[in-house]
């Protein structure tokens, strides 16, 4: 038995917190994650540093805001001078692992797989599973020959071609290649995986620790949840004619999945899209009910720290855009996050104040023993502190940043130029948490001043009526933006791209 604790570091891509169930959704979509959280710690007010996928996880592997860390474009990686969190693990003598369906993380040689012993990618025409080293000889040399020699001409192709990625944004071709290289991963095979790699690891008697990372992108565009999944979680739809043809619309027309709604949705086309979503978290919440049940009956749980968060959220029409490309709201950006730790005394009560999930950098290594900066001494970033209801050292003083995608600003230039001046598409949105109030700002123009106890959706506007707190809350990012430009080391690096997913990256417009 390892002497140290092991570490699961689950990400829900694209989690709406709003709606799962142990946070108050009416709907009973997340019945697993809702046995698990009892005998854990929910924070009530987590907040995204960043509103996409990229930024977001540089930030939670980092311990940085996207201003200091860099990484803030698909065609960029971390510096060197940025250490993540599988690195510090690894060089403890941690076994490092990761089981990943997301291809921006899991594809992308952007820095996020530093540090790991392994990565698996379920992302891909031909993913790469555990049980690839249990294949034969000459399987392992046609998955090798497939990805060389067909899958990364094929990526190479659509990389250079404006043509090709014009043609796969067309909807008659988006259901073949969200298909074709499993554009969602597989969540069962990943947890199946991560399941048997886990019992193996103890089994062999290994002495090393293990930190396991995994992410999961069920909840993720295009939605497709099991029909009975649908007709439990949203009944209703079954009597709305029109749900099935719009759903297969709106999943083929990926140009809109990052986009502004122009035009708005109509009622029941946001109902509609609303249930097919909550079936897919629904879905994704009952494959997860197997890793929750085996963690306990193998008595795995009793030394194995687990972290639940969400890297963003998703628009549904709400305040006008769709996916997570441009803006901080709410919906993007106030994330679920779940703490559980075998030797911590659980606090009943959830966390109310605001916190930053990049901290869960500082969480993981104090979690791990560590403390590799002496400087920066881990336990100030650290919430393990919160799970037994210790004061907040940061105050609730939290940022998010949101720099726009120039590859999404490319898809809004070809489908509507004319939305990008008029919603200030191309410049950088921030909001600024204290206490019950958010600023959003877009450069350094107030978009909004919010009560978020008694306006959690950020319907009215207070900044008209309350000068003087914005007046203060501008000088607190100011503050916040400065301290993270200072310690910037340098800009990031140019990144490599595996060709042979790079069809469906630029086919969401992720990468030119």
Not at 406 to 414: C, E, G, R, S
């Amino acid at each position: 038995m390892p002497s140290k604790l092991n570490i699961l570091f689950i990400v829900l891509d694209t989690m709406r917190r709003d709606r799962l169930s142990t946070y108050g959704h009416n709907r009973e979509t997340s019945p697993q994650l809702d046995e698990f959280a009892r005998d854990a710690v929910r924070f009530d007010r987590a907040v995204a540093p960043a509103q996409w996928t990229i930024p977001s996880h540089a930030s939670m592997f980092t311990g940085l805001y996207p201003s200091t860390h860099g990484l803030t474009q698909a065609d960029g990686a971390l510096a060197p001078s940025y250490p993540v969190v599988a690195e510090h693990l690894h060089r403890a003598g941690y076994h490092t692992v990761a089981f990943c369906n997301n291809p921006l993380v899991g594809v992308l040689n952007n820095g996020l797989q530093r540090g790991f012993d392994r990565f698996y990618n379920y992302a891909s025409a031909a993913p790469f599973r555990p049980v690839e080293a249990r294949r034969g000889k000459l399987q392992q040399e046609a998955l090798r020959l497939f990805r060389r020699h067909l899958a990364r001409p094929i990526g190479n192709q659509f990389a250079h071609s404006d043509f090709l990625f014009r043609m796969s944004l067309n909807p008659v071709f988006v259901p073949l290649w969200t298909r074709l290289i499993n554009y969602k991963g597989n969540t069962a095979h990943s947890i199946d995986d991560l399941v048997d790699y886990w019992a193996r690891h103890q089994a062999g008697g290994a002495e090393q620790p293990l930190f396991a990372f995994l992410n999961l992108m069920g909840s993720h565009l295009p939605y497709n949840p099991p029909r009975d999944v649908l007709d439990r979680v949203a009944p209703e739809l079954r009597q709305e004619k029109q749900a099935y043809p719009f759903m297969r619309r709106f999943n083929s027309e990926a140009a809109r999945w990052a986009s502004p709604t122009i035009p708005p949705l109509e009622d029941w086309e946001r109902a509609t899209l609303n249930g097919f979503y909550d079936a897919e978290v629904a879905h994704q919440d009952a494959q997860l009910g197997k890793l929750f049940g085996w963690l306990k009956q193998s008595g795995t749980l009793d030394n194995t720290v687990v972290v639940i968060v969400a890297d963003h959220g998703e628009g549904h029409g709400d305040h006008d855009f769709f996916g997570h490309g441009f803006v901080v709201y709410q919906e993007l950006v106030h994330v679920p996050l779940i703490i559980r730790h075998p030797h911590h005394r659980v606090n009943s009560q959830p966390v109310t104040e605001p916190v930053s999930t990049r901290r869960l950098y500082h969480t993981l290594l104090e979690a791990a023993g560590l403390q590799p900066d002496e400087a920066a001494p881990v336990s100030e970033g650290s919430l393990l502190p919160l799970l037994s209801g210790a004061p907040d050292g940061e105050a609730g003083i939290v940022m998010s940043e949101a720099f726009p995608p120039l590859t999404f600003l490319n898809v809004i230039q070809h489908r509507d130029s004319a939305l990008i001046p008029k919603l200030s598409l191309h410049g950088v949105r921030r909001g600024l948490y204290h206490g019950q109030h958010k600023l959003a700002v877009v450069d350094q123009r107030v978009e909004g001043l919010f009560d978020l106890n008694n306006d959690p959706t950020e319907t009215h506007n207070l900044a008209a009526a309350q000068p003087s707190t914005v007046s203060t809350l501008q000088r607190q990012l100011a503050t916040l933006v400065s301290r993270a430009e200072s310690r910037r080391s340098q800009t990031a690096v140019p990144v490599t791209v595996d060709d042979s997913v790079v069809d469906h990256l630029r086919a969401l417009g992720y990468i030119e």
